[in-house]
């Protein structure tokens, strides 16, 4: 099957009234990708060559969006929505290239599995004209049902339609199927419309296959594969299998998590084997983890590269552009945005280390910050290897910290610092003997008047 050609053709027209948004239903994210993201991305693991987007509500910003999670799919506008055999004719461009497989999907289905697909094609690819996708959902009322008899698919029937004996079949339509490519526009153009709405149904195809005597199977995916989305419950519902799976998956993989309904993945998250994951993180899109880190609990990471064996947390926000070497630590109530930060050095708590690097082995003392931004432009801070940056320390960029370099704790730095210097950026300490005692009665008697005041 390898060898043969197969266009994705994937339904993403609808408007979706019943997520309350101004968005387009299928750009709605399941782990901060697009659910028709999920979907190319399931298209092209099952061999797609060719995608094909039949889009209509927010048709430019579809286009737009798809330029980021399918930057070679060609995009179709279905003007008007009369039915599903007619969106699929909106692509009619694509299918006549001479595909050998035609897969028809659809934008909202986002945890449909790649080996579903596979399945399907793999059907054509034995000879079937047509293949659909069905599923056994725990109640199938609602669903259309797959009518079989000795082992070939013979009708998609709607539940109103169907008789009491065909309404005891479990056995549903998911909405997805495979077409072989020499036989799709011909029974695509073979479907009619005289039905209650004037619509044209790709579920026809069934019955206008079977009347040529072309082999029409179905195929079976899990329930969840076929969930489609419709508002935002479900798709709270979608996060949340995806979330489910994606943990299993980390944890065969030889990641700890100790609490893992709390923990939270993107689409593209990557943890390497011996991490350990403590309760309620928060990986948010371009997170790459090495093996044995350390993620304390409460934690929020987003566009970070964390080498091996980091520590990280509690209570620490990566931000994008964070680049932390091995056995960095960054802890807790610190926050790194575009800094590297490099082997074995710490930023141990209350700080911001924001367009800068740490060199290996520096301490940063507690609620350090850099100074990068004036309202207008961002600066430089460089740290040497084995600095020293006392607590509460400013350092206002641009500004280097050279080599073995020591801020005294309390300092603005805003001049830079030669290596192995000592630097004070601080007004001198003058103590008054007595002046303590002379402001707290001071204090005492003012608080007494206006307390004597409001009587």
Known sequence: ??????????????????????????????????????????AEAAGATGLALVIGHGAEEMRQAAQKFAPKAETFVQENRLGTAHAVLAAREAISKGYDDILVMFGDTPLIDAGALATARQKLAEGAAVAVIGFRPPNPTGYGRLIEE??????????????????????????????????????LDKVGNSNAKGEFYLTDIVEIAGAERLDVVATEASFESALGINNRAELAEAEAIWQARRRRDAMLAGVTL???????????????ADTIVEPNV????????????????????????????????????????????????????CEVKQATIEEGAKVNHLTY??????????NIGAGTITCNYDGYSKFFTDIGEGAFVGSNSSL?????????????????????????????????QKTLPGKGRELRERFASAAAARKKAAV
């Open 150 to 187: 000795d082992g070939r698919l013979v009708a998609i029937r709607e539940e109103k339609d169907c008789s009491e004996e065909e309404k005891t079949i479990g056995f549903c339509n998911a909405g997805m199927m495979a077409v072989a490519g020499k036989h799709a526009l011909r029974l």
């Open 353 to 362: 280390i924001g367009d800068a690097r740490v060199g290996a082995a520096a």
């Open 282 to 333: 928060w990986f948010g899109p371009g997170v790459k983890i090495a093996s044995g880190a350390r993620i304390h609990a409460f934690s929020h990471i987003e566009g970070a590269t964390i080498a091996s064996n980091c520590d990280v947390g509690p209570f620490a926000r990566l931000r994008p552009g964070a680049d932390l070497r091995q056995k960095a630590k960054v802890g807790n109530f």
């Open 396 to 428: 206002v960029a641009p500004v280097t910290i050279g080599k073995g370099g020591y801020v005294a704790s309390g300092s603005v730095i805003t001049e830079s610092v030669p290596d192995d210097a000592l630097a004070f950026g601080r007004a001198r």
């Open 1 to 42: 099957m390898s060898q043969r050609s197969c266009l994705s053709v994937i339904l993403a027209a609808g408007e979706g009234t019943r997520m309350k948004s101004a968005m387009p239903k299928v750009l709605h994210a399941i782990a901060g990708l697009p659910m028709v993201a999920h979907v190319v991305k399931a």
């Open 258 to 272: 100790i609490a893992p309904e709390t923990v939270y993945f993107s689409h593209d998250t990557e943890i390497g």
